[in-house]
């Protein structure tokens, strides 16, 4: 079970291992929040990761090597393991996990520390929703209710 905690990540370095589809959409998120980004990916398949601002990049392939993946985290407040294997994403989550460092697994609902929800934010709320990995469609259900009540709350206010 994960606990919900609001993070302050202005100014905390953010690592993203993988350069597709996922990878964009926790970076765009990341960015939203302040975190300092490095994407780690031989192959950028998702272009608009090059479009973000103040990325840095390190085009290398990682190895499914512990020695290697425990090297380049442990400078890290925060790691995404977001490749298309699912066998890396899930041995960098354990050497995360072993090195006390806060990790999302987008290839697993359980071997990862840190999730995700899904928010809705306005000047005054953010409202995460989460499902704890179980059912994505519902959270998303649920984030729509929310943002039509804030919109209705916001209407009221006017």
């Keep these: 079970m994960f606990f919900p905690l609001y993070i302050d990540l202005r100014n905390k370095e953010v690592l993203i291992v993988g350069g597709g589809k996922l ?12 975190a300092s980004l490095t994407i780690f990916s031989k192959n950028i398949k998702e272009k608009k990761l090059n479009e973000i601002e103040d990325i840095k990049f390190i085009s290398e392939n990682l190895e499914n090597d512990n020695e290697k993946i425990e090297e380049l985290i442990k400078q890290y407040f925060l790691i995404i393991a977001a490749t298309d294997d699912i066998e890396l994403n899930d041995n960098i989550a354990r050497v995360c996990m072993k090195n ?22 306005n000047d005054e709320f953010n409202v995460a929703v989460s499902t704890n990995g179980k059912n994505c469609k519902r959270s ?4 729509l209710k929310i943002k039509n009540l804030l919109n209705e709350i916001d209407s009221l206010s006017s």
């Design 23 to 34: 990878s964009l959409r926790k970076a765009e998120k990341l960015k939203e929040y302040g």
């Design 140 to 143: 998303r259900a649920l984030k």
């Design 100 to 121: 006390n460092i806060l990790v999302n697994n987008v290839s697993s609902k359980t071997e990862m520390n840190a999730m995700f929800g899904a928010t809705v934010k």
